[in-house]
C-alpha cells in the first residue's frame, strides 16, 4: 500500500467552526490531491499540489484552501464548515503528470467529516 | 451530460458467473483509462489501466472503443471477494486532470 496517512479519520463539527485534514506521506511523491466523494457523484478534485508551496484550484475548491510547506505534507483546511461539506475526503498522491504508469495516483484511506 | 457515465448497479451475480460493465465517456481528446476497485468504506485502488488494444490481468479483461467512446471491464469465474464498487476513471489532456465515474457495484453472492 502507498505511505498515505490522513488525520484524523473521522470528524463531526459544527457549522462555522474552522476544519484541518493532514495528509502525510512517504513516498516523496511530487503531486499531492485532494479530493472529495458524495453519493450521487463521482470522486471530485478540490485542490492539488505540485510541489511546496505550489498548489492550485480544482473544480470544487469553493470554500476550501489547502497548504503545502513540506513535500510530505498536504493540508486541506475548511475556513468556516458548512453542511454541504459533510463529505469522505480522500488525499492522493502521484510521481508525475500524464499519462506513464508510473504516475499512477494512490489514494489514502479517507477522512469522514459531519457537519452539523 | 456526464463526462463519465456508469450503471449504478447492482450487478447481482453467482459465484462463478461472467459479468461485464460498460462505462461511456463524452470527451474524445481524453487519454488514458483506468478501472478502479472501491470496497465499503475504503479508498479506490486502481484495478488497472485500460490500454487500446484491450489488456488482460488474471480474471480481468479491459477493452477500449474510442470509436464508441466507452470501456468495458470482464470479469470471469467471480469470486465473492469481487464484491465492490467499480469505478471508471478518465485521463484528459496532459496533466493529471482525472474524472471519476460514479460506480458500479457488483454484488456477488454464493
Known amino acids: 500500500d502507498a505511505g498515505i496517512t490522513q488525520s484524523p479519520r473521522h470528524k463531526v463539527t459544527e457549522t462555522g467552526t474552522p476544519v484541518t485534514l493532514r495528509c502525510h506521506q512517504t513516498?516523496?511523491?511530487?503531486?499531492m490531491y485532494w479530493y472529495r466523494q458524495d453519493p450521487g457523484h463521482g470522486l471530485r478534485l478540490i485542490h492539488y499540489?505540485?510541489?511546496?508551496?505550489?498548489?492550485d484550484k480544482g473544480e470544487v475548491s469553493d470554500g476550501y484552501s489547502v497548504s503545502r510547506s513540506k513535500t510530505e505534507d498536504f493540508l486541506l483546511t475548511l475556513e468556516s464548515a458548512t453542511s454541504s461539506q459533510t463529505s469522505v475526503y480522500f488525499c492522493?498522491?502521484?510521481?508525475?503528470?500524464?499519462?506513464?504508469?508510473?504516475?499512477?495516483?494512490?489514494f489514502g484511506e479517507g477522512s469522514w467529516l459531519t457537519v452539523v | 451530460r456526464k463526462e463519465v457515465e456508469q450503471d449504478p448497479g447492482p450487478f447481482n451475480v453467482p459465484e462463478g458467473a461472467t459479468v461485464a460493465f460498460n462505462c461511456t465517456y463524452s470527451n474524445s481528446a481524453s487519454q488514458s483509462f483506468f478501472w478502479y476497485r472501491q470496497d465499503c468504506r475504503k479508498e479506490p485502488k486502481l484495478l488497472m489501466s485500460?490500454?487500446?488494444s484491450g489488456n488482460e490481468d488474471g480474471r480481468f479483461t479491459a477493452q477500449l472503443n474510442r470509436a464508441s467512446q466507452y470501456i468495458s471491464l470482464l470479469i470471469r469465474d467471480s469470486k465473492l471477494s469481487d464484491s465492490a464498487t467499480y469505478l471508471c476513471?478518465?485521463?484528459?489532456?496532459?496533466?493529471?486532470?482525472?474524472?471519476f465515474g460514479t460506480g458500479t457495484q457488483l454484488k456477488v453472492e454464493l
Open positions: 485500460v490500454y487500446s
Open positions: 492522493a498522491i502521484s510521481e508525475g503528470q500524464g499519462i506513464s504508469p508510473g504516475n499512477t495516483i494512490y
Open positions: 499540489s505540485y510541489g511546496v508551496k505550489d498548489t
Open positions: 476513471v478518465v485521463k484528459t489532456g496532459g496533466g493529471n486532470k482525472l474524472t
Open positions: 513516498e516523496n511523491h511530487r503531486y
